[in-house]
């Protein structure tokens, strides 16, 4: 790890004089560089490997072109010997690596996303060259497309008529400096989920933030009407803290819990912002956060999402509490509510903005 850490010191650093060379080499007269090749798609992979749109280096032009635009700023003269050298060498050899990389778009049925457009940017810091590569390419019949290049990273976007991303990660490190680079698989692309909309239906846009003392009994929100009631509405939270002062100088155990009332919630792991269809099952009374002293994760606050589903099936929706314990004695929690819900007895979340209400 202090290896790990001295590399990673060198490379701010050798990025920070870089970022300088390029501002003094931007005042100076250059050279127009080449425009940027126009690459099209590879000859086919062997048989075993399924066949899908590529990006890479030039080959016969009479294939389907795809378009690569290279944004990047000039490079720096050379500076004779020195640690400038020895740390473009060390980004040379933990950036400037291959990327290839082998996708699958897919919807939330498990069918090929055909016919796609994706966007595909490749971030380049080498100790020569800081920028952009941008590609783009379409996915085939199967759902199956390529990007291949050299830089440290590459993000990708999706795009289709009817069909919204699903996946919440579109970003793949491949730097060496990563603990884990990323490694794709020909024969086992991997699978990025897009949403076949199947029709939006009015949905009510929860957005609220309350500001309470301290208690530990209950407290009920009515998500629809937006405001604290004194019992039933949908979400209930219990609150439990010693006396004292509880904050990062002076950490004590503390407890969070959320109920929904007449129904259920699950953690959503991070899917609610990508997902547009509440499950129809799986759902718990309730969770308890416990904030402990002797864990290595002790937080005055907490972002949990979930699904939910209250009022006995008749609201459904995806929710995102921020809670925050109040640090002293008399001063005030902090908690808020931003989601959608659909109040018609049914599980579609994917909302039409125009008809979208406020709670009230």
């Known amino acids: 790890m202090q290896i790990r850490r001295s590399i990673l010191l060198l490379v701010a650093v050798v990025v920070a004089l870089i970022a300088l060379m390029l501002w003094h080499a931007r005042k100076q007269p ?33 294939a389907p072109a795809v378009s690569v635009t290279a944004t990047a700023t000039n490079p720096p003269n050379p500076s004779p010997g020195g640690k400038i050298d020895q740390m473009r060498g060390i980004l040379s050899t933990y950036n400037d690596v291959p990327i290839d990389f082998y996708g699958k778009l897919q919807d939330q049925f498990g069918n090929p996303v055909v016919g ?5 940017n490749i971030r380049v810091i080498n100790g020569v060259r800081q920028g952009t590569d941008w590609l783009t390419t379409t996915s085939d019949v199967n759902g199956l497309f390529q990007f291949h290049g050299r830089g440290q990273d590459i993000g990708m976007m999706p795009a289709k008529s009817g069909y919204a991303l699903a996946s919440t990660t579109t970003l793949f490190k491949y730097s060496r400096m990563e603990d884990h680079p990323y490694v794709s698989d020909a024969n086992d692309p991997t699978v990025i989920k897009m949403w076949k909309l199947q029709g939006a239906e009015p949905l009510l846009s929860i957005n609220q933030q309350y500001k309470l003392g301290y208690t530990p009994t209950p407290v009920c929100f009515d998500l629809l009407a937006g405001k604290i009631v004194p019992e ?20 004590q155990d503390w407890s969070l819990k959320i109920e929904v009332v007449n129904g259920g919630l699950m953690d959503s792991s991070g899917q609610e912002a ?14 308890t956060f416990t904030m402990s002293t002797s864990s290595n994760t002790w937080y005055q ?3 949990p999402g979930f699904f939910f589903t209250s009022r006995n099936g008749q609201v459904y929706g995806k929710l995102g509490v921020s809670f925050h314990i109040n640090s ?26 125009n008809t979208m209400n406020a709670a009230k």
């Open 30 to 62: 250059v050279e127009t560089p080449p425009a940027a090749a126009v690459v099209t798609n590879a000859a086919p992979p062997a048989a075993s490997v399924p066949s899908a749109p590529v990006v890479s280096a030039p080959v016969p032009t009479n």
């Open 116 to 120: 796609a457009e994706i966007k595909g």
């Open 232 to 251: 039933g509405g949908d979400i209930k939270i219990t609150v439990g803290r010693p006396a004292g002062v509880v904050s990062g100088s002076n950490p």
């Open 274 to 287: 990508v997902t547009y269809a509440a499950p129809d099952s799986g759902y718990q009374a309730s969770e």
């Open 301 to 303: 606050a907490v972002h």
């Open 328 to 353: 002293e004695p008399d001063g005030l929690m902090t908690v808020s509510f931003g989601g959608v819900a659909n109040t018609n007895g049914s599980r579609n979340l994917e909302g039409d903005p």
